[in-house]
């Protein structure tokens, strides 16, 4: 079946330092790509995504891009924040079609702490 | 509402008891879903519904679990004569619709963490 899986945790880095992420996948289709992020006390929320291979989703400083040909989708950014300290999470979906659904199949995720 | 509601937001039952957990998705969304976390993992799909109708169940794990939405609005799961190893962060989210591009945004509610002992 489909499966995600993400770089060990966890992650401790100093404010305004390079972060990398890393995700590989296993899928039988073409599925979409997320990075969701989940801060203390709260739901996971859409950090970021990428529908098709070679594809780019950036948001908030966060960029990860589609690559069909290593099936990864690694999550940088260049400078990070103490408020960018959570857990982040990698996740797929399969396409079915006219009935889709968002039936994620999620990383073991990974925490993220940022020192000022 | 503002944002995906989910209550109670701790449940601590003895084994044996059954336990209904309930979401109350963001106005207007079509689709619900349950996913289930457990502790240092990622979520794992549960159930999910467009409007009233359960359209894929297949990770409930066995028919002690089962899930409603029968107005296609609020959603209760249900957990029968609860086990220890049911014990987990159960979440709750919603989507506007369902395209079939797999992009549509969920929405996560804060979940509710069961406990059996």
């Known amino acids: 079946g489909d499966s995600v899986t993400q770089m060990e945790g966890p992650v401790t880095l100093s404010e305004e330092a390079f972060l990398t992420i890393n995700c590989t996948y296993t899928a039988t289709g073409y599925p979409s790509l997320f990075w969701y992020v989940q801060y203390p006390g709260e739901g996971l929320q859409l950090l970021l995504k990428?529908?098709?291979?070679?594809d780019k989703g950036s948001n908030k400083g966060f960029e990860a891009t589609y690559r069909k040909e290593t099936t990864s989708f690694h999550l940088e950014k260049g400078s990070v924040q103490v408020s960018d300290s959570a857990v982040y999470f990698c996740?797929?979906?399969?396409?079915?079609?006219?009935?889709?659904?968002?039936?994620?199949?999620f990383g073991q995720g990974t925490r993220l702490t940022i020192n000022p | 509402g503002a944002g995906v509601s989910q209550s109670p937001r701790y449940k601590v039952t003895k084994r044996g008891q059954d336990v209904a957990l309930r979401c109350d998705p963001i106005?207007?969304?079509?689709?619900l879903y349950w996913y289930r976390q457990a502790l240092g993992q990622g979520p794992e799909f549960l159930t999910y519904f467009n409007y009233e109708a359960q359209q894929d169940k297949s990770g409930l794990p066995n028919d002690r679990f089962s899930a409603e939405r029968p107005e296609g609005s609020i959603s209760t799961l249900t957990i029968q004569r609860t086990e220890q190893r049911d014990s987990a962060m159960y979440r709750c989210?919603?989507?506007?619709?369902?395209?079939?591009?797999?992009?549509?945004?969920?929405?996560f509610g804060s979940g509710t963490q069961l406990s059996v002992l």
């Open positions: 990428a529908t098709k291979a070679d």
């Open positions: 106005s207007g969304h079509v689709s």
């Open positions: 996740a797929l979906s399969d396409d079915l079609g006219l009935m889709g659904a968002q039936k994620l199949v």
């Open positions: 989210a919603s989507s506007f619709s369902f395209n079939g591009q797999g992009g549509e945004k969920l929405f």
